[in-house]
């Protein structure tokens, strides 16, 4: 594929989080805005599709069964390359969060606004 062809190919969001109704929700807002998005119901899974299908950002909570938003957090800062993470998650330290390797962290309730804007300034600079 060319460089411009792929700079034209739509990015991808990989939505983590155990609520389906909240999952839903921000994967049709970003399916809506043009994004490729798949979706995750904890880390376990999240990381296995990382792993088959690389997403250009992940939206991720920290309150998981399984393996919650600290394990995925501290498995990709083993990894070489990984994409951003915005931490969307109810029990956000967001200090916590930015020094364990997010890039941004947004505490729910949230504003759409805030959520959008911040994946896609991350998403225009990687």
């Not at 119901?41 to 309150?63: N, R, Y």
């Not at 399984?66 to 990709?76: E, K, Y």
């Amino acid at each position: 594929m060319s460089a411009a062809a792929e700079a034209q190919s739509p990015k991808r969001i990989l939505v983590v989080d155990d609520e389906r109704d909240l999952r839903t929700f921000v994967a049709g807002i970003f399916g809506d805005l043009g994004y490729v998005v798949e979706c995750a119901e904890d880390g376990a899974e999240a990381l296995a599709k990382m792993e088959s299908t690389p997403p250009d950002l992940v939206v991720l909570d920290l309150m998981m069964p399984i393996l919650d938003g600290w394990g995925v957090l501290d498995r990709l800062r083993a990894m070489t390359r990984h994409p951003p993470v915005v931490i969307l998650s109810a029990y956000a330290d967001c200090p916590r969060a930015i020094s364990a390797g997010a890039a941004g962290c947004i505490s729910k309730p949230f504003r759409l606004k805030d959520l959008v804007g911040t994946c896609e300034n991350l998403l225009k600079a990687a």
